[in-house]
């Protein structure tokens, strides 16, 4: 939270924080030790040490119902979720709740994409504010996909933007990078277990220059070894692996089980950039084990580190883990997490 508080650049103070898993209160009290933390659900935190803390602003996931007993409630609420909790009964429960304690709120899906962060991860959101009057843009009934125009931006940039990404919609791709195959239409399987329009869209958001790629998120020093996928994953999983280079703009939304598990978990990067892919896949289902190893080893795959996809959450330099903390726990709190510039930005535009 102090780190989101910093970006947000508004004059606030985290008084506690509130977690029940422990290795990420590790974590926690080793980024932030003079920050008050309970150990427990927010459930379990009594209405007297509710009412010590004293607070203005609750940034929180659900169970959220606890907030309603509060004596005296926050001027700020902004709550996270998976996408999907949109159309769930709870969150009907949370929409019929807040607006029966007179708040206004404005509901949102975004990803870091929409900040030019090479990585997808759609995420639901809601802001509300305590107050009689409508939020300035707020849309009754609907979930906004993009940020609001905050008052010190320049509107041109959002014109611009728009433009540009009307016009994306309107590329078709038409890509065959396997000569073998015959790309008819959009179903057309090509290389891999893709179709022609996943790779079209992958195509066409490696092609947007408005995101960043990859290299400026990576570590300059990385025990390489350590993060190289094993013969046994590539064999089984050559198909499914969802491939990125130093110079893509994009990648998959990183899960708790990755560098566990390799299938949907994330991507994973290719280190060889003079290794075409499309040569080393090409009639890959028709070689022997052994020759398949040997080609895909070509590409050198390996697991992004935990700094890494930290770094692509928006987390500062100076963040870290203690060193007991193991890569797989970090995997799975970094699963867990949120990026920190798309929750400072909504914290700017609440305070506002």
């Known amino acids: 939270m102090p780190f989101l508080i910093t970006e947000s650049c508004i004059p606030a103070q985290v008084v506690a924080a509130v977690d029940v898993n422990t290795v990420a209160n590790e974590v926690y009290k080793y980024s932030f030790p003079h920050t008050q933390l309970l150990a427990k659900t927010i459930e379990g935190i009594t209405l007297e040490e509710f009412d010590r803390l004293s607070f203005n602003m609750i940034l929180m996931s659900p169970p959220c119902q ?13 709550l996270e979720n998976v996408k999907g909790f949109e159309v769930s009964s709870a969150r009907d429960l949370l929409i019929q709740t807040i607006e029966n304690c007179g708040f206004q709120y404005q509901e949102f899906l975004l990803s870091p994409t929409s900040l030019g962060i090479p990585n997808s991860r759609l995420r639901y959101f809601l802001i509300a504010k305590l107050q009689s009057e409508p939020l300035p843009f707020q849309g009754p009934g609907q979930i906004l996909t993009e940020f609001p125009q905050l008052g010190s931006e320049d509107p041109q940039k959002h014109e611009i933007a728009a433009e540009k990404k009307i016009e994306e919609k309107k590329i078709e791709s038409n890509i065959c990078f ?45 025990d390489m070894n350590s993060y190289f996928l094993p013969p046994k994953s590539l064999l089984r999983y050559a198909l499914l692996l969802d491939i990125v280079k130093p110079t893509s703009r994009r990648s998959m939304c990183f899960t708790k089980g990755y560098g566990r598990y390799v299938e949907g978990t994330g991507s994973v990067l290719q280190t060889t950039e ?31 580190t935990p700094k890494e996809i930290a770094n692509l959450h928006g987390f500062p330099p100076e963040f870290g883990f203690p060193e007991k903390i193991t890569v797989k726990q970090r995997y799975r709190l970094l699963g867990n997490s949120l990026n920190v510039h798309i929750v400072a930005k909504l914290i700017k535009i609440l305070y506002e």
């Open 66 to 78: 606890p907030f309603t007993r509060l004596q005296k409630l926050p001027k700020y609420i902004l």
């Open 274 to 304: 003079d290794v075409q892919i499309e040569n080393v896949y090409k009639s890959l289902t028709s070689l022997s084990q052994e020759e398949k190893i040997t080609k895909l080893l070509m590409l050198k795959l390996r697991f992004f």
């Open 178 to 222: 396997d000569n073998s195959t015959h790309c008819s239409g959009k179903e057309a399987i090509l290389f891999k277990l893709e179709t022609a329009e996943e790779i079209g869209r992958k195509h066409q958001q490696d092609s947007d220059l408005s995101v960043q790629m990859l290299k400026e998120f990576l570590e300059d020093d990385v």
